[in-house]
Structures are given as structure tokens and as C-alpha cells.
């Protein structure tokens, strides 16, 4: 039997490794803890309580986005690490989807807002040129609404 706990672990493991980036030490560790939960699995048929989430721990936790920081945002779309959904705009998806503040969000997965936009460029240029050319921003064209 352990060499069919070994062969579902490889697929778990190589599964998860092709969507994430991972070290060669967190790969080993992986392969340790995958492996681990289905021996106990196998035997017990209950979950490890050190394996089991508890409440609030994901709050502080640090996660490494499952794809590439340079694919992350693109002229066309922006990519959700939480769900990889790719959108225009993020913040209102992560506040609905997601519960999350675009800080949150920032702080979850480590990343500089300034090199990491909730919007594509696309979308940014297009709303920049909506604005320019109805003159918003500029000195001595304050629109008075009209009755």
C-alpha cells in the first residue's frame, strides 16, 4: 500500500508545483507533509489536528502567488491571486468575491501597489483619456450641474 500512497503523493505534489513556484526546500517539505496526511489517511482515516486550519490563522500568513509577479499585469487584464480570475479591475472583485481591502490584498501576497495595480493599463489609459477630453482637473472648467 505505501507505494500507492507514494504515487497519489507525486501527483498532488507535481500537480501543485506546476501551478506555484516553489524552492527545493519547500518542495521537500511538500512531499513530506502530502505524504504524511495520506499515510494517516490510509491508517486512521482522520485528519492530523497539526494539519487541520484554525481559526484566524490565514489572517497574518504571507502566500506566494501561484503564478509568475511579471504575469501578474498585463496591458489587457490583471490577474486575481486569490482565484487567478483575470479582469480589468480588481478592487471591486476582491471586496465581493473575496472580502478583502485592496490593503489586504496588498499585504497578503507581499506586493508594492505602486508595481502591482489593481487595473490594467488599458482600462487606466481609457478612463486618463475620458477625463482629458471632458477637461477634468483643469483650472476654470468647474461643470455646474443644470437644472
Known amino acids: 500500500m505505501a507505494s500507492d500512497v507514494l504515487k497519489l503523493t507525486a501527483q498532488i505534489v507535481i500537480s501543485h508545483a506546476s501551478m506555484s513556484e516553489l524552492t527545493s526546500p519547500e518542495l521537500v517539505e511538500e512531499i513530506k507533509e502530502v505524504y504524511n496526511v495520506l499515510a494517516s489517511l490510509e491508517g486512521e482515516g482522520v485528519v492530523p489536528e497539526t494539519m487541520a486550519p484554525q481559526q484566524g490563522e490565514e489572517a497574518g500568513v504571507v502566500k506566494k502567488p501561484s503564478i509568475p ?79
Open 69 to 147: 509577479l511579471k504575469d501578474i499585469v498585463t496591458y489587457k487584464h490583471v490577474v486575481c491571486l486569490e482565484c487567478g480570475k483575470k479582469m480589468r479591475t480588481l478592487k471591486a472583485h476582491i471586496r465581493k468575491a473575496h472580502h478583502l481591502m485592496p490593503k489586504e490584498y496588498f499585504k497578503r501576497f507581499d506586493l508594492d501597489p505602486k508595481k502591482y495595480p489593481l487595473v490594467c493599463r488599458e482600462y487606466s489609459e481609457q478612463r486618463s483619456a475620458m477625463a482629458k477630453n471632458r477637461r477634468f482637473g483643469e483650472r476654470g472648467t468647474h461643470h455646474k450641474a443644470t437644472s
